[in-house]
């Protein structure tokens, strides 16, 4: 069940009215109603995967509870931690990279692999799984200093908003919320229903259409011109963006309608002027679960610039790797880390930025461009099935000038025009949100005329524009 569709339309109003039917003192009564929620909303894709999401769940839990009475720090704890996050990558590879090494390992041997090719990927399981190992190391360190229920580590855990795409939450800041009474929040609920609003929005009338043109141009990219290459690059970025932040902005808005704040996960990066601004802004809970899970214990920036250099690298390849078995998702990464070494070599790169504000004249417009442009680059390799067509989307983007020029295949959206000005709009207002949580955020200032004046065109255009473009693209992760 996806959180655009129509099922979910339907089971929302009927679990929030449930939800808050029962009293604020039930606390255990109220988790556990959310975990039978979140399994319902999970199994609706497969059953299956609410075995593995509780298989997962209870190793984590009972050794997060030993951790918690052996104490943190010492040996017996040390090896139990081990023990779970040793379990929790192993199921990850099992499902996710399993049959990736063994047509690799096959490819050398000149054979193909048959073996592995029917395990299911259960969906979202690389964010749970991150979330699992989170909580351990959280649990061993020191930084939960207080005991969790079984009831309320599984609401954690499965909590349905986050479940399927993230954010990647801390167990340190979402239980104790799950621990407390709560009260129904008018504010925060309307605050949530605007969140909603604004990421469906995003996803079906920017990412879903955008995407239409983009798959146009993939599947007969040889055929086009540079120009039409070079632009359905950037319309890819859109894409991912909307679609990504957008389906974020309906999780914690989700989140919010059952008194629970979900972590921030995109902070306008496309406005960024330089690639740690933004890694700073883009999938915010999956960048800082890498600094303070990987690349802190690894020796961070503590260590000289080129231990600096190489940790970043590290980082970087195994984030795109979480991403998805295949090189290309390998490569991504290491792009991204490759362009963190000017900022780590020359200090002052990176430094000049913090201390001037982000606003409109030309040296700022130019970092901007300039860093969207190289982050744009590094999509193409995020968004080819594979490193020979991404190398060869990159060949045809600087050789095909000489090729017949139409702009038909990236007009495939309805009502075109509109389409683009709805686009440029979603820019300039993004840009005049960009110190607000979510770009509708603002709304809850204004005269109600105005408010539902957007929210009712917003329902509107979603309505016109609502395509069959599929699923989110992070899901898939």
């Known amino acids: 069940?996806?959180?655009?569709?129509?099922?979910?339309?339907?089971?929302?109003?009927?679990?929030?009215?449930?939800?808050?039917?029962?009293?604020?003192?039930?606390?255990?009564?109220?988790?556990?109603?959310?975990?039978?929620?979140?399994?319902?909303?999970?199994?609706?894709?497969?059953?299956?995967?609410?075995?593995?999401?509780?298989?997962?769940?209870?190793?984590?839990?009972?050794?997060?509870?030993?951790?918690?009475?052996?104490?943190g720090g010492k040996k017996r704890s040390r090896w139990i931690l081990i023990f779970n996050i040793t379990f929790c990558l192993l199921v990850l590879c099992i499902f996710k990279y399993l049959n990736f090494f063994a047509e690799q390992f096959a490819g050398l041997l000149g054979s193909e692999s048959h073996l592995f090719k029917t395990l299911l990927l259960p969906v979202g399981l690389s964010f749970y799984v991150f979330m699992a190992i989170s909580y351990t190391i959280d649990m061993y360190r020191g930084a939960v200093t207080v005991r969790h229920t079984f009831v309320d580590f599984f609401a954690y855990i499965?909590?349905?908003?986050?479940?399927?795409?993230?954010?990647?939450?801390?167990?340190?800041?979402?239980?104790?919320?799950?621990?407390?009474?709560?009260?129904?929040?008018?504010?925060?609920?309307?605050?949530?229903?605007?969140?909603?609003?604004?990421?469906?929005?995003?996803?079906?009338?920017?990412?879903?259409?955008?995407?239409?043109?983009?798959?146009?141009?993939?599947?007969?990219?040889?055929?086009?011109?540079?120009?039409?290459?070079?632009?359905?690059a950037i319309f890819y970025s859109i894409q991912i963006y909307a679609d990504f932040s957008g389906y974020s902005d309906m999780a914690i808005g989700v989140g919010k309608l059952f008194g629970i704040r979900l972590r921030q996960n995109f902070s306008y990066p496309y406005f960024s002027r330089n690639i740690s601004e933004f890694w700073r802004g883009w999938h915010q809970s999956l960048t800082s679960w890498f600094t303070e899970y990987l690349y802190i214990p690894l020796g961070g920036n503590r260590k000289g610039k080129l231990r600096t250099i190489l940790n970043t690298l590290i980082v970087f390849t195994l984030c795109g790797f979480w991403h998805g078995a295949n090189w290309t998702f390998v490569f991504w990464g290491l792009v991204n880390g490759l362009l963190f070494i000017p900022l780590l070599v020359f200090s002052h790169l990176k430094t000049q930025w913090k201390n001037k504000p982000l606003q409109w004249d030309m040296s700022n417009i130019m970092a901007v461009l300039v860093t969207f442009l190289c982050v744009t680059f590094c999509w193409i390799f995020f968004r080819a099935p594979s490193m020979s067509e991404a190398v060869g989307y990159i060949h045809c983007l600087f050789s095909?000038?000489?090729?017949?020029?139409?702009?038909?295949?990236?007009?495939?959206?309805?009502?075109?025009?509109?389409?683009?000005?709805?686009?440029?709009?979603?820019?300039?207002?993004?840009?005049?949100?960009?110190?607000?949580?979510?770009?509708?955020?603002?709304?809850?200032?204004?005269?109600?005329?105005?408010?539902?004046?957007?929210y009712l065109s917003l329902i509107l255009l979603i309505f016109c524009y609502r395509t069959t473009a599929g699923t989110f693209i992070y899901q898939n992760f």
């Open 1 to 71: 069940m996806s959180l655009d569709s129509f099922e979910f339309l339907l089971f929302l109003p009927l679990v929030f009215f449930l939800y808050w039917a029962i009293p604020k003192k039930y606390v255990s009564v109220k988790n556990l109603y959310l975990i039978i929620v979140s399994y319902l909303f999970y199994g609706f894709a497969d059953w299956r995967f609410c075995l593995l999401l509780f298989g997962i769940s209870a190793v984590t839990y009972f050794s997060g509870k030993y951790i918690y009475k052996i104490g």
């Open 158 to 232: 499965s909590f349905f908003p986050h479940l399927l795409a993230g954010p990647i939450d801390r167990g340190r800041e979402i239980i104790p919320q799950l621990q407390k009474g709560r009260s129904f929040s008018y504010d925060m609920a309307a605050d949530g229903m605007r969140q909603i609003l604004c990421g469906l929005f995003k996803k079906l009338v920017i990412a879903d259409n955008i995407g239409l043109s983009v798959d146009a141009v993939w599947g007969t990219y040889s055929q086009h011109h540079s120009i039409v290459l070079a632009v359905t």
């Open 400 to 454: 095909n000038w000489l090729t017949p020029f139409t702009l038909a295949p990236l007009t495939e959206s309805y009502f075109t025009p509109l389409f683009f000005l709805l686009v440029g709009i979603c820019m300039v207002v993004e840009w005049r949100s960009r110190l607000r949580e979510f770009p509708l955020a603002g709304l809850a200032d204004k005269p109600q005329w105005i408010r539902w004046t957007v």
